[in-house]
């Protein structure tokens, strides 16, 4: 089953049961939130392959540009057309709020992955017929799973006999798949790795996600200097 979609295309990537706040400033993304709060529909949310995320000529950058005193026109080698990933997420707008000038400042919650089919229409967004992708779960993968929390956890233990402070450690989720996407979302890794972890299997994750935490307990000497802890750790 497919369905239309209207895309962001941006500089990261987003993972179900994940949040994201962004700004929005392009008139053509100001379009696009006034139509999914009017409707109550989802956007999805892109990793860009290439191009930009910005329009070097949308009236906001412009503006920006003259407050900034750069004259002329905006560098014809910026503001390329983004061209995404083929698979995403579904961001649902949990909380917005519209300023006076058109801009607005929102929080999404990240749901379901979906596969770029074909894209409907370019101008003055993005917008692609979409379909859903499966989720996975079975009770091979829970042998699987409750290494990777033992890994979570052993990390924090070794983490905190390295400095001597009792981190609070956040409760993990009991669902595998949605173990999965919680550390995907807060491990510090660059967002071609993110990227892969989306479109991979439940199982390819849970064994990449462990390997990456158990490499780097294997980092943790007995005592690392203040601010050097917890490095592939993001907590957005």
Same mark, same amino acid.
């Given at each position: 089953?497919?369905?239309?979609?209207?895309?962001?295309?941006?500089?990261? !990537?987003?993972?179900?049961? +994940?949040? *994201?706040?962004?700004?929005?400033?392009?008139?053509? /993304?100001?379009?696009?939130?006034?139509?999914?709060?009017?409707?109550?529909?989802?956007?999805?949310? !892109?990793?860009?392959?290439?191009?930009?995320?910005?329009?070097?000529?949308?009236?906001?950058?412009?503006?920006?540009?003259?407050?900034?005193? +750069?004259?002329?026109?905006?560098?014809? +080698?910026?503001?390329?057309?983004?061209?995404?990933?083929?698979?995403?997420?579904?961001?649902?707008?949990?909380?917005?709020?519209?300023?006076?000038?058109?801009?607005?400042?929102? %929080?999404?919650?990240?749901?379901?992955?979906?596969? *770029?089919?074909?894209?409907?229409?370019?101008?003055?967004?993005?917008?692609?017929? %979409?379909? /859903?992708?499966?989720?996975?779960?079975?009770?091979?993968?829970?042998?699987?799973?409750? %290494?990777?929390? $033992?890994? /979570?956890? #052993?990390?924090?233990?070794?983490?905190?006999?390295?400095?001597?402070? +009792?981190?609070?450690?956040?409760?993990?989720?009991?669902?595998?798949?949605?173990?999965?996407?919680?550390?995907? #979302?807060?491990?510090? %890794?660059?967002?071609?790795?993110? $990227?892969?972890?989306?479109?991979?299997?439940?199982?390819?994750?849970?064994?990449?996600?462990?390997?990456?935490?158990?490499?780097?307990?294997?980092?943790?000497?007995?005592?690392?200097?203040?601010?050097? /802890?917890?490095?592939?750790?993001?907590?957005?």
């Amino acid at each position: 089953m497919t369905q239309k979609m209207p895309l962001f295309p941006l500089n990261t !990537v987003l993972f179900p049961g +994940a949040p *994201i706040s962004l700004h929005i400033f392009e008139e053509r /993304y100001r379009m696009m939130i006034g139509r999914c709060l009017e409707q109550g529909s989802p956007f999805g949310v !892109v990793l860009i392959r290439s191009g930009d995320e910005v329009q070097a000529d949308d009236p906001w950058i412009r503006r920006l540009r003259a407050l900034a005193g +750069a004259a002329g026109e905006p560098d014809p +080698a910026q503001g390329s057309p983004a061209i995404p990933h083929g698979i995403g997420t579904t961001a649902r707008i949990t909380d917005s709020v519209r300023l006076d000038d058109g801009r607005y400042y929102l %929080v999404a919650m990240g749901q379901h992955r979906f596969r *770029i089919q074909y894209l409907i229409q370019h101008q003055p967004y993005l917008v692609a017929s %979409v379909s /859903y992708l499966p989720e996975e779960s079975s009770d091979a993968l829970h042998d699987a799973a409750d %290494v990777l929390r $033992q890994a /979570y956890q #052993h990390y924090w233990s070794r983490l905190q006999a390295a400095t001597g402070y +009792a981190h609070e450690v956040e409760r993990l989720p009991e669902g595998v798949v949605e173990l999965t996407y919680w550390l995907a #979302h807060r491990l510090r %890794v660059d967002t071609q790795r993110k $990227q892969h972890w989306l479109e991979a299997d439940v199982a390819t994750r849970i064994s990449e996600m462990t390997a990456a935490i158990e490499a780097e307990v294997a980092l943790l000497p007995g005592v690392r200097p203040p601010g050097e /802890y917890g490095s592939i750790w993001a907590w957005n």
